[in-house]
């Protein structure tokens, strides 16, 4: 009985890693010609010149030339979140959908932290933050999906202007 349940545990690593697949990575860049903010609401903290909460609804809309995941192409990514700013320097937090080209959706959430641009050289205007945080899920293919969605973006919530570059890896299934 004993070689029997050791050959059956054996069979079982390999039944799970046959079942676990490769983590994919892709990355691309989204210019500020298919981003929209389609509502921000600024308040003032009245703390310290410049402390503003901020929420927003962002969309970016691809095109024919859009990147794939799983073979499938996104076809616009939805963010909604807030950020807590003192000229544009804090953090931030946004809950993210993809909706890809055959209607399924990719659900993931980031935290961001920004930084005002001009700090770090006059010439710009506006802020450039980093964000990263989990893919929790999807529907239909891509319902087992999990992974990890970074970004790095250059905004300015006054001119609606958002250009961002994303770095993606993702897998299906059991990860060991």
């Known amino acids: 009985m004993t070689r029997l349940a050791l050959a059956g545990a054996v069979l079982a690593c390999f039944a799970g890693a046959a079942l676990a697949q490769e983590k994919t990575r892709i990355s691309f860049t989204i210019p500020a010609g298919v981003t929209k903010y389609t509502a921000q609401h600024t308040l003032p903290v009245g703390d310290a010149p410049g402390h503003e909460v901020r929420i927003f609804d ?26 807590d700013y003192t000229e544009l320097n804090g953090p931030g937090h946004a809950y993210n959908v993809m909706t890809m080209a055959n209607g399924d959706k990719i659900f993931s959430h980031a935290a961001i932290v920004s930084h005002n641009a001009a700090w770090s050289d006059p010439s710009k205007k506006g802020g450039e933050n980093k964000t990263s945080g989990p893919i929790t899920g999807g529907t239909g293919k891509f319902v087992a999906i999990r992974g990890t969605v970074r970004n790095a973006s250059n905004f300015d919530p006054k001119s609606g202007s958002n250009e961002s570059r994303y770095w993606i890896e993702y897998w299906t299934g059991a990860q060991h």
Request: aromatic share 8%.
């Open 58 to 83: 962002l969309v970016r809309t691809f095109g024919a030339d859009a990147p794939k995941i799983g073979g499938v192409a996104i076809k616009e990514m939805h963010s909604v979140g807030y950020s």
